[in-house]
């Protein structure tokens, strides 16, 4: 097995590259193991997929070492080859695909990593990039686009700036106009929304956990639509939306409707639409996503 350690270089502020080299340098098969730092954006996904068509039939493990971008990256450039697996070691801002197979602090672990057991990963193919964890918009892409923002700046991502995002968006982005189609099932008759969640994974923006039901491997994309509320309710709405209790009495809250689909088709009304993949900013007018099921062997440490 040939493992390659897929190093975003500014994630955790730039200081998770040396703990990586001098922990690799302590394993018995550090023969085995390559480290590739990444140069910029599309970098990951491009070094992955040039990886595996130069080595096919050749059992290989890419472990993203970064946030849930550079995850994203090395998912898009590993999938449909089948003598890949992946993993990851998480050291960006959110680390939200992680946080559904358990406690983030064993993904720490590089030993356990090289020795973990693999399962399957569904992902969520959106147009011709496919999704690990969340897209979502309306609310949540201002959201995005701020945090993006604020990467931009810094060079790396912080908790900080979803708060920040969210401020931003009770004052711009409490409704988006658009209709969105389940499975046949239109899941807007009004045409509006505040914000909806198509996920594979339970968490986003770092502790918010909008996908409670989402297990990333039964074939099912979690869907969540709030239909237009006023901004004076979102805040009692917040701790619900961090613990993940939003779903528990959705008969006390009308204004939220829960799917589980194989398929959602998204139509925009208007102008300067936007969707948000794994936290990239996609501007369309529309946008279909899948579910693609057992497209990824994930190695999970124990």
Not at 63 to 73: K, R, V, Y
Request: with cysteine; net charge neutral.
């Amino acid at each position: 097995m040939k493992y390659y350690f897929v190093v975003n270089p500014l994630a955790g502020g730039g200081k998770k590259q040396n703990l990586i080299s001098a922990e690799i340098e302590k394993l018995p098969v550090k023969s085995d193991c390559e480290i590739y730092i990444t140069k910029c954006v599309g970098d990951a996904m491009n070094f992955v997929k040039k990886t595996c068509e130069e080595h096919k039939g050749e059992q290989m493990r890419f472990i993203a070492c970064g946030g849930d971008g550079t995850i994203n990256e090395v998912f898009n450039g590993a999938v449909g080859y089948e003598n890949v697996s992946v993993s990851c070691y998480p050291c960006g801002s959110g680390n939200d695909l992680v946080k559904s197979f358990g406690s983030v602090e064993k993904f720490l672990n590089i030993p356990a990593l090289i020795n973990a057991p693999v399962q399957k990963l569904d992902l969520i193919k959106v147009g011709d990039r496919y999704c690990g964890n969340v897209t979502n918009f309306g609310f949540d892409t201002t959201v995005a686009e701020t945090v993006n923002i604020d990467r931009a700046k810094n060079g790396h991502g912080k908790k900080s700036s979803y708060a920040k995002g969210v401020v931003k968006a009770l004052f711009t982005a409490m409704r988006t106009d658009c209709t969105i189609i389940a499975d046949g099932e239109n899941l807007t008759p009004d045409g509006a929304i505040t914000l909806c969640t198509l996920a594979n994974g339970q968490y986003v923006g770092g502790s918010f956990k909008c996908a409670p039901r989402a297990k990333t491997n039964d074939g099912l994309i979690e869907v969540c639509v709030a239909h237009p509320i006023s901004a004076l309710k979102v805040p009692s709405l917040i701790p619900k939306y961090i613990k993940g209790t939003h779903l528990d009495n959705l008969d006390k809250l009308d204004f939220l409707v829960y799917r589980q689909a194989k398929k959602v088709e998204v139509i925009a009304h208007g102008e300067n639409f936007a969707y948000s993949l794994d936290g990239e900013i996609i501007h369309t007018d529309r946008f279909t996503a899948e579910i693609v099921e057992s497209a990824l062997d994930i190695a999970v440490p124990n």
